[in-house]
T-cell receptor
């Protein structure tokens, strides 16, 4: 599974869009990009995933570059409850394991 | 549905003691996983199971054993606890196959301290 690189921490003002970047320059053609988040002391929570096309659901949007070497998770209107560690993971859909890494600690500021 | 539950929530062990952590899921999921999370670190996979009666090693399996005798339960055992096993342990489950493997459902965690 490809390795990912994320910033260690980010701040975002409440109500503004939070844009969390992820680099995955060694991603293979059959690997998906997944995003999870972990709110303090809780188990991780699935957010969204994608292969090539941009994806949107009720929680977030995922923008994947055309060369698939990077992606951005967008929380359109961040709230205080979005303060969490966000993990970007790439994994083949046939794989059994997720490698979580250390993620980005997002702090939403009032 | 209770989802994924873990027992116990907290435990303190002395070095050399043994214990078993229980994970239960009521979603009829085939796949189950055990992770550990050390302070300031991401989750690391210990062992996982792709079905009843099967187990496989993950990233950090040493010092742990697992069993999946029933589809809904996944047990993690520490035979001789060491201080290095102080951590928060998370269990997860998922449905196998194609796009459905994208979402793992996590339990609330077990905080284990080994003194």
């Amino acid at each position: 599974d490809a390795k990912t690189t994320q910033p260690t921490s980010m701040d975002c003002a409440e109500g503004r869009a939070a844009n969390l970047p992820c680099n995955h320059s060694t991603i293979s053609g059959n690997e998906y990009v997944y995003w999870y988040r972990q709110i303090h002391s809780q188990g991780p929570q699935y957010i969204i995933h994608g292969l090539k096309n941009n994806e949107t659901n009720e929680m977030a949007s995922l923008i994947i570059t055309e060369d698939r070497k990077s992606s951005t998770l967008i929380l359109p209107h961040a709230t205080l409850r979005d303060t969490a560690v966000y993990y970007c993971i790439v994994r083949a859909n046939t794989g059994n394991q997720f490698y979580f890494g250390t993620g980005t600690s997002l702090t939403v500021i009032p | 549905n209770a989802g994924v539950t873990q027992t116990p929530k907290f435990r303190v062990l002395k070095t050399g003691q043994s214990m078993t952590l229980l994970c239960a899921q009521d979603m009829n999921h085939e796949y189950m996983y055990w992770y550990r999370q050390d302070p300031g670190m991401g989750l690391r996979l210990i062992h996982y199971s792709v079905g009843e009666g099967t187990t496989a090693k993950g990233e950090v399996p040493d010092g742990y054993n697992v069993s999946r005798l029933k589809k809904q339960n996944f047990l993690l055992g520490l035979e001789s606890a060491a201080p290095s096993q102080t951590s928060v342990y998370f269990c997860a489950s998922s449905v196998p196959g194609g796009r459905l493997t994208y979402e793992q459902y996590f339990g609330p965690g077990t905080r284990l301290t080994v003194t």
